[in-house]
């Protein structure tokens, strides 16, 4: 009898050995293992990219434009516009900020053209955008000003010709005093043609190369 209860015994603890070490049977329909149940941080996380860091262009700073319109003292009117590439990259530390042929955009600021009697000419431009890959972005230059040569040394010459010629055909017609005469009247003449003459005018073609400076530092 007691070697059939300690068989029983030991029969009695294998069976609950055995029990303790099965795992649960895995579900048929389940195609992931378990492992594949707990989720993946890392891949949960999406992958950002990391911005490129931006170049700062410093006031200062040259931009050289080539026109692609016309701008003139005479034609163009303050609050016109105009627009323009980079005929040079841009530069800073060995690195390109701007590539050449950027397009760029201003306004003309003022615009006068030459005085019949006196006043010469002027052209003031300014740029405000920058467009990069079909987006603007705001710039501020110090303004462009040209004024027209001045024409004194030839109106001199117009005024004095005409008192030659005039002293010249008085001296014909009476002597010393029609000469004195005479002056007068080429004189006159002369200065009549200094009024009626215009001055020089600025005209800037496309492709014109006009130099600017940014009044302010722009990221790019």
Do not use: W
């Not at 006031?59 to 005479?74: F, N, W, Y």
């Not at 030839?154 to 002597?175: C, F, K, S, V």
């Amino acid at each position: 009898m007691r070697s059939i209860f300690h068989l029983l015994v030991i029969a009695t603890l294998a069976a609950s050995l055995i029990g303790c070490n099965r795992q649960p049977p895995v579900k048929a329909d389940s195609t992931e293992s378990p492992s594949a149940a707990v989720p993946d941080k890392q891949a949960a996380v999406p992958n950002k990219q990391v911005p490129e860091p931006k170049i700062v262009v410093p006031a200062g700073t040259r931009l050289r434009v080539a026109l692609t319109d016309t701008v003139s003292s005479d034609k163009s009117r303050p609050g016109d516009s105009f627009t323009g590439v980079l005929a040079e990259p841009v530069v800073i530390d060995g690195e390109t900020a701007l590539e050449k042929g950027t397009e760029v955009r201003g306004f003309v600021v003022d615009a006068k053209g030459s005085g019949r009697v006196k006043g010469r000419a002027v052209l003031q431009l300014t740029l405000t955008q920058i467009v990069r890959a079909g987006h603007s972005l705001k710039i501020s230059t110090k303004p462009y000003s040209a004024i027209a040569e001045s024409t004194k040394k030839r109106d001199a010459a117009i005024i004095g010709g005409g008192a030659g010629i005039g002293a010249a055909i008085g001296a014909l017609a009476g002597g010393g005093k029609g000469a004195l005469i005479g002056a007068g009247v080429g004189g006159g003449a002369g200065t009549g043609t200094v009024l009626a003459t215009k001055g020089k005018e600025i005209r800037y073609s496309p492709e014109t190369r006009i130099p600017f400076t940014l009044a302010s530092s722009v990221e790019i």
